[in-house]
Every structure is written in structure tokens, then in C-alpha cells.
């Protein structure tokens, strides 16, 4: 995997930057089709904004100071598939995606987003586009080594505000596993895994390609998965369903070509899932 340049999760192992752009070209591409602008000088009318939560690896995340990622490859592979341009992205905390969606200030989530029941109340999904399960990190080596949620009791856990993580820890606390001040949350993920590493907390639940990108980074591991069968889709408001569907037939366009495959592997190697 070392010697892949189309593998940006040797990126991600610190390898240079300069040369992966170079070699994966479309990958800094995310301001859109060069109209400049977010006001977008050509087509304007079917420009739409997209929105996403950075500091999600290898989905979405900052590298000097431009948003790249999966889903920022995925969509704009997708978008080029339809009549629609896609304008410059613009960065939120996850849970702020679907109140800027349902606010105009974006008019597409790319954001690793779960398709679940509570979202689809508010807002309208595309067609899946990756499968995830739950994983809980520990520190690499550590002496706490978990085999399921209820060995959680008594440690101090982590998870990102408004995520499937943290439904899962809410749930221990809920049903009296974990006490409620033992719940710590996030803005986001690197922050929590951060807190991992510094031994404030001893464990983190996330989505596994996430907390499998973590492995590879940080001094962590993953103790063990729960198997929670989520689907991730692209989030459009309930309103639009012209983009809702062009979506949908952009996905299956790249799925068809092998371009999905493509974006895939260069994110995940060939273990992506
Ligand atoms: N899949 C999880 C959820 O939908 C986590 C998504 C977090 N995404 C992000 N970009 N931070 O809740």
C-alpha cells in the first residue's frame, strides 16, 4: 500500500501532499467547476452549495486549509454526472449540517450522514452510497481493552455531538450503564481522539472506516465493533426533490463507470467497504 500513490490514506500516514495533488488531480478540485466565486458566474441558477463537517478522516477532513475527502470527491463525481454545478463548500460542526440545509445557507449534506428515520423527519436522503458499523477506540496498548458497550460502565467515554456514536453511548446511559458524567462530548472527532491519546477519556465510539483511519494515524485501536448496519446518504431538503432524484441517477452514473471504485480506492485502498 506504501508504494500506491492513488492511496490517500498514505496521506494520511504523513506522507507529502504536494505530490499526491499533483498525481490525484481532481482531488483539490472543491470550489466547484472554476466559475470562481460562490456567487457563480455561469449557470448560477443551478448552482448548489454543498455542506460538510471536516475532521471526519478519511471522509472529510482539512489539509492545509482546504476541505478534502470521500464525499467531497463522491459528490463532485456525482454532480458532473447531472445539469447541476456544485459551489464552493462550506464547513459546519455536524450537527449544525441539518439546520443549514433546512436554513438555504447549503443546499446538499456530504457528510458521512446516516440515513436514519429522526433525519428523514426533516430532511430527504439519497440513495446510500457507503455501509458503516460502530467501533470503540482505546488507547493503542492500553490497559482497558472493552469486548462490548457494557464494559463501557464506570470509564469515561467519548463521541461527536448529534452522531450514531453518540446515540449509542446516550442509549448506555439511558438503560444506567454509563453514568451520565461520564458521557463527554465533541464538536468533533479529532478532538475527542485527542482526548483519547491524552488519557482524559478511555474510549471513543465512532463509525469504523473512521476509527480504522485513526488506527492508522494516532495510538489507538479499535477494542470491538457493534454491528449497527448504517447506511450513509447525501442529505437534500424535503422540497427538492429535482435534486434528490439527479443525485440519484449521478450516483448510479459513477457506480456504473467505475468511478466510484476509483474514489473509493483512493481513500481507502482496497479495503474499502
Ligand atoms: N455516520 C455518523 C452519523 O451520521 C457520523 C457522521 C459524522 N460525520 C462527520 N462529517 N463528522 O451520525
Known amino acids: 500500500m506504501r508504494e500506491d500513490s492513488f492511496d490517500r490514506r498514505a496521506y494520511l500516514r504523513g506522507a507529502g501532499a504536494a505530490g499526491l495533488f499533483a498525481l490525484t488531480g481532481t482531488a483539490g478540485c472543491v470550489g466547484g467547476g472554476g466559475g470562481g466565486g460562490g456567487g457563480g458566474s455561469d449557470g448560477s441558477s443551478n448552482q448548489i452549495v454543498p455542506g460538510t463537517a471536516p475532521g471526519f478522516p478519511p471522509?472529510?477532513?482539512?489539509?492545509?486549509?482546504?476541505?478534502?475527502?470521500?464525499?467531497?470527491?463522491?459528490?463532485?463525481?456525482?454532480?458532473?454526472?447531472t445539469d447541476y454545478q456544485l459551489g464552493n463548500w462550506q464547513a459546519f460542526e455536524f450537527d449544525s449540517l441539518i439546520p443549514a440545509l433546512t436554513n438555504d445557507k447549503i443546499?446538499?449534506?456530504?457528510?458521512?450522514?446516516?440515513i436514519n428515520e429522526e433525519r428523514d423527519e426533516t430532511i430527504d436522503f439519497s440513495n446510500p452510497y457507503y455501509n458503516a458499523d460502530q467501533s470503540v477506540l482505546v488507547r493503542g496498548g492500553g490497559s482497558f481493552s472493552p469486548s462490548a458497550l457494557a464494559d463501557l460502565s464506570g470509564h469515561p467515554v467519548g463521541a461527536q455531538?448529534?452522531?450514531?456514536?453518540?446515540?449509542?453511548?446516550?442509549?448506555?446511559v439511558e438503560n444506567g450503564t454509563l453514568q451520565q458524567s461520564n458521557y463527554n462530548s465533541y464538536g468533533n472527532y479529532v478532538l475527542a481522539v485527542e482526548d483519547l491519546t491524552n488519557g482524559n477519556i478511555d474510549a471513543v465510539v465512532l463509525d469504523k472506516p473512521v476509527a480504522q483511519t485513526f488506527v492508522e494515524q494516532r495510538?489507538?485501536?479499535?477494542?470491538?465493533?457493534v454491528e449497527t448496519g448504517e447506511r450513509y446518504g447525501f442529505g437534500m431538503?424535503?422540497?427538492?426533490?429535482?435534486l434528490t432524484q439527479a443525485l440519484n441517477g449521478g450516483l448510479e452514473a459513477v457506480r456504473e463507470s467505475g468511478r466510484y471504485e476509483e474514489i473509493r480506492n483512493e481513500w481507502f485502498g482496497s479495503n474499502g467497504g
Do not use: N, W
Open 59 to 81: 471522509f472529510e477532513m482539512k489539509e492545509g486549509g482546504e476541505i478534502v475527502g470521500f464525499d467531497i470527491d463522491l459528490l463532485s463525481a456525482v454532480v458532473a454526472e
Open 107 to 114: 443546499d446538499a449534506i456530504a457528510a458521512a450522514m446516516t
Open 161 to 172: 455531538e448529534g452522531t450514531t456514536g453518540e446515540s449509542q453511548v446516550k442509549t448506555l
Open 219 to 225: 495510538s489507538v485501536e479499535i477494542a470491538f465493533t
Open 237 to 242: 431538503r424535503t422540497d427538492d426533490d429535482d
